[in-house]
């Protein structure tokens, strides 16, 4: 083999020998198992607030079908209900809501609904317009409910928003101005707070002022809960 020939193939190998090993891949680590993630919170979503015109229709349209009273002992009272026509209520919730009021075992008395005949009682939902118009006279300032000697009026308003004193209990408060105007319908007159840090009787005028009582939207609450679901 000529020199320059042995001397080219000794470089060559050299330079082979020498040469570093090209590059492993970098194996990509496997994804480790992910703990499984808890969905996300719902997000509290306020209150639906229901805008409640000033005046209505201007007529009561009594709420059809009836209810009977809670099963016991003593005296039945037969009531209807009525909804201004025009109000933004489902008239059959709200009387479904104040059969459920007067039938707790912590209010006045056992309670029949009925939509027509005679009746004792008469609870309607009213505009502030109508309110005022129906409490006449006395001074509702478009926001008060009353009982007119005929009627339990429930102002709307009150109805839709409630009041401070009762730190967003709405269904309380309703449970309240029901028992309220319902107990002037039977006779009870307004009554004073007994003492700071007592429940207010249901006759206090809570909706103006707890006088530093606590709420109470019952006649009786002492009687302790009903079974059903209520305030």
């Given at each position: 083999m000529p020199l320059l020939a042995l001397l080219m193939l000794v470089l060559l190998v050299t330079s082979c020998a020498s040469a570093p090993p090209a590059p492993s891949p970098t194996p990509t680590?496997?994804?480790?198992?992910?703990?499984?993630?808890?969905?996300?919170?719902?997000r509290k979503r306020p209150a639906e607030e229901v805008w409640v015109p000033y005046s209505a229709s201007g007529r009561y349209t009594v709420v059809p079908g009836g209810a009977p009273a809670r099963p016991g002992s003593g005296e039945v009272?037969?009531?209807?209900?009525?909804?201004?026509?025009?109000?933004?209520f489902d008239p059959a919730v709200f009387a479904a809501d104040v059969h459920r009021v007067l039938n707790d075992v912590r209010g006045w008395a056992r309670f029949e609904r009925v939509d027509h005949g005679p009746a004792q009682v008469r609870v309607a939902l009213s505009s502030p317009l109508l309110t005022t118009l129906q409490c006449r006279p006395l001074r509702t300032g478009g926001e008060l409910s009353c009982w007119n000697g005929t009627r339990s009026v429930i102002n709307a308003l009150r109805w839709a928003k409630g009041v401070p004193q009762y730190r967003g209990d709405l269904a309380?408060?309703?449970?309240?101005?029901?028992?309220?105007?319902?107990?002037?319908?039977?006779?009870?007159?307004?009554?004073?707070c007994p003492g700071p840090g007592r429940l207010a009787p249901v006759m206090t005028q809570q909706s103006k002022s707890l006088d530093r009582c606590r709420p109470n939207p019952w006649p009786h609450p002492d009687r302790g809960p009903s079974e059903d679901r209520g305030p």
């Open positions: 680590p496997s994804p480790s198992p992910s703990r499984p993630q808890p969905p996300p919170a719902p009272v037969r009531y209807v209900v009525e909804v201004e026509a025009g109000l933004p309380a408060y309703r449970a309240y101005v029901i028992s309220h105007e319902v107990g002037h319908s039977l006779g009870h007159g307004h009554e004073p």
